[in-house]
Structures are given as C-alpha cells and as structure tokens.
C-alpha cells in the first residue's frame, strides 16, 4: 500500500489498469491477473510495470445515468474519488479487479482552487438544466452527483441548490 501510494503522490498524473483474464487448464478454471502503470514522466516507477503497448481502451457505445455500454456489449461503470487515500480502503483495487475484467484508475493531482471553481461552475449549469420540468432522470442525476462532488471537496457554493430539483 505505501508503495501505491507514493505512486500517487510522486507523479501528477496517470494510469493504473488491473485486468483479470479467466482460462481454462485441464478442465479447471484459473484467473490471470495483470497489473500495468502509465505515468505522465520521462522516468517510469520501477517498481511497476508499464501499461502494454497492445494495450486498447474499448469504445463506448451509449451513455446511460449509471454505466456505459462498451463496443464488446459489456458494462462499464465510472466513479470519482477525491482525497485520496482518505476514503479508500486499502486493497480497494485489488477488491475491484476481483469483481471486473478490468479495472482503470486515472488519476491527477488538482490544484484545490481550480478543483472547487471548475466544480462550482458545473455544478451551476446542472442547476439550470436541472431546474427545467422536462429535464430528463440522466440530467438530474448529473446535477445530483455534482452536488455531492461539491460537498465532498468543500465547495463555496452555499445556494439553496443542494437539493434535488422537481
């Protein structure tokens, strides 16, 4: 764990990719797991292998309020930490890759001024789209998560906003 974390605190940005592969050996099922690191640096983590270059991200096919379909017709799921390690549990990759063919962590380091002021203005224009009677359950649910997210890094933003809009 302290050496993932220090991944995390040495390089600005990245990503982190576990795949699990099922086969199949005289008659049993085995897992292989893969773990693979790309980091924006001249000078790779030695202790992490690098991303494979066959590596390939499969296309999304449609966008749905809690996953995405892939080009394969498998599901994806996105989610977003923030302060990390404080709200993870250690293993948490590990716990992923055991339940998902792959596992993507990207990450990058954000100035905390940058990360409230971007999140403020999102969480703004989810309002307005949000507010409309017509707006559909995806909408709401974007302006639901982007509130949440502006609670989680501490936001500024004190309107009456904080509820879900009808």
């Not at 982190?16 to 690191?37: H, I, L, P």
């Not at 063919?101 to 990360?115: C, G, H, I, K, M």
Request: charged share 25%; net charge neutral; glycine share 4%.
């Amino acid at each position: 764990m302290d050496r993932f974390v220090s991944l995390l605190n040495t390089f600005e940005k990245g990503v982190v990719v576990a795949t699990t592969e099922w086969f199949t050996f005289e008659g049993r099922r085995f897992t292989r797991r893969g773990f693979w690191v790309n980091v924006d640096s001249d000078t790779p983590p030695p202790q992490f292998p690098s991303v494979r270059e066959d590596y390939k991200r499969p296309t999304i096919i449609s966008e749905h309020p809690d996953h995405v379909v892939l080009e394969d017709g498998s599901l994806a799921r996105c989610m977003l930490f923030t302060r990390f390690p404080d709200y993870l549990r250690q293993g948490f990759l590990y716990e992923y890759s055991q339940v998902a063919s792959e596992t993507v962590l990207v990450f990058r380091a954000l100035d905390p001024a940058d990360a409230v002021s971007k999140v403020d203005k999102l969480k703004m224009s989810y309002e307005g789209l949000a507010s409309d009677r017509r707006a559909s359950s995806s909408i709401i649910q974007k302006y639901n998560k982007v509130s949440q997210l502006a609670l989680s890094i501490g936001s500024s933003e004190t309107s009456s906003s904080s509820s879900t809009p009808t």
